[in-house]
């Protein structure tokens, strides 16, 4: 049967290799640097990262081969992933648009994050460490680390954002399932954490005091190695496989994209299906719009482009990103995974060149709920909450195709599922508890 519904990639036209947009940018990416008092951040990173992807941080590579170890990984993970045309959508909207999305969601922990955690804990094993530390905010990054940790043999450790520890019992024991350690943040196992701890036990916590607690963890510790798992390039590098695979797709389908959108946190699902497409726009000067989706709460695209930490405590080098600060406080949303002060220094370039478009939405997210709803019921699967942002984006940009009638491509990405997620949904879309049917 041949239909564009859905694209799907036999596991022999997995890509072997990585996409390193480095040596493409227009203008040299500004390198790390050292703030101008205290010690050398940039001196202690060998002793933080993992070698390889340390390696890869800084590579002017543009292809970078996908170790066959790492390839293995990604096929028992479910890769390739399947592109979906939303026709079924794109009816129910009345829209002269057509619409593709790519399936992150069919991820076994639920999101994207699993393309670096695979990467990162392989390199993290062949080096010869024990155990690997970090923090979450969501919840995805961290439940993705102790997946990969469990394959491939490690022991780790997960400081997660309290407030959204609090509100996620499911995720805290899927983390578990795969045997790792998790502390609400600001924890008691570290000298920053507990600094905090002290002053208030119920202290909320925030992506940037636990990234500062997973860094002093690994630090102290010569068998463990920090992972992180966004904004930076080696994690750039290894989200490319999702662009990588869609390209291949939609040259399957015979289409180009007009329009390219995904939701942005620190920008790794976006820098995944947005980069490869990029390179078109760098070289062959290809005409796509690229859009991020993000909240008001954290519309670090619109910050200063300026140097600034990745981390509250200041123990990381400063990057040259879009960012609102690395000590400014956010409300809270169920979008939790775009809670994050700063942008990818690649993306940030980008963004400073004008190449990519940002649109932020409001905190309470009730557009975005509805939108999502509207996704689900036309195509069937549930956005996570961070996903929803690139869904109401798309649906967004199909009715402003409706309204002009422009026959626009649009592709857009879902970062991961929400079947952890019902209570914010319940929440949002006033989902009610019923009394027993019977
Ligand atoms: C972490 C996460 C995000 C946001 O992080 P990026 O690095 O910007 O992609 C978005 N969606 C999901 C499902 C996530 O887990």
């Known amino acids: 049967m041949t239909d564009d519904r859905a694209i799907i990639l036999k596991a022999d036209e997995l890509p072997d290799k990585w996409y390193n947009i480095i040596p493409d940018l227009p203008e040299p990416l500004p390198p ?60 129910k909207l009345g829209t002269p648009a057509k619409l593709f999305y790519k399936s992150e969601f069919y991820s076994p922990t639920g999101s994207h994050k699993v393309n670096t955690a695979l990467a990162q804990a392989y390199y993290a094993k062949e080096q010869g460490f024990e155990r690997l530390t970090t923090e979450t905010g969501a919840g995805q990054w961290g439940n993705a680390l102790a997946y990969a940790s469990s394959l491939v043999g490690l022991d780790c450790t997960v400081f997660w954002v309290r407030a ?58 010569p068998k463990a190695v920090y992972c992180l798992g966004s904004v930076l390039n080696h994690v750039m590098l290894h989200q490319s496989i999702i662009g990588l695979e869609t390209k291949k797709q939609m040259e399957i389908a015979g289409e180009y994209p007009d329009v390219v959108i995904s939701c942005l946190g620190g920008g790794s699902n976006f820098g995944g299906i947005a980069l490869p497409w990029m390179q078109d726009v760098l070289k062959k000067k290809a005409d796509i719009q690229f859009i991020a989706a993000q909240s008001e709460a954290a519309a670090n695209l619109q910050g200063e482009y300026k140097y600034d930490f990745a981390d509250h405590a200041e123990m990381t080098p400063m990057l040259k990103m879009c960012t609102l600060g690395h000590q400014v406080t956010m409300v809270p949303i169920l979008g939790d995974g775009l809670r994050y002060h700063g942008s990818s220094p690649i993306l940030s370039l980008l963004r400073h060149l004008g190449y990519i478009d940002t649109i932020a939405y409001p905190t309470d997210e009730v557009h975005i709920f509805q939108r999502a709803k509207e996704f689900v019921q036309a195509e069937g699967f549930l956005p996570a909450p961070e996903s929803a942002y690139s869904v109401a984006c798309a649906i967004d940009e199909a009715i402003k195709c409706k309204e002009n009638n422009e026959k626009k491509t649009i592709l ?21 508890k019923q009394p027993e049917r019977a």
């Open 412 to 432: 857009f990405n879902i970062s991961g599922h929400g079947f952890l997620d019902m209570d914010g949904y319940a929440e949002k879309l006033g989902l009610k």
């Open 32 to 91: 790390p640097m050292d703030p101008p008092e205290g010690y050398s951040r940039i001196g202690d990173l060998p002793n933080l990262l993992v070698g390889e992807c340390l390696k890869q941080e800084m590579s002017a590579e543009r292809w970078i081969p996908i170790p066959e170890g790492i390839q293995e990984l990604y096929l028992a993970a479910g890769r390739p992933r399947a592109l979906f045309r939303a026709k079924n959508l794109e009816k």
């Open 164 to 221: 959204v520890y609090r509100w996620k019992p499911h995720r805290l024991n899927f983390m578990q399932m795969f045997g790792a350690e998790v502390y609400a943040s600001p924890s008691q196992q570290t000298e920053f954490g507990k600094k905090l701890y002290a002053e208030n036990p119920d202290h909320n916590g925030s992506l940037g005091i636990a990234i500062s607690e997973g860094l002093e963890d690994a630090k102290k510790d």
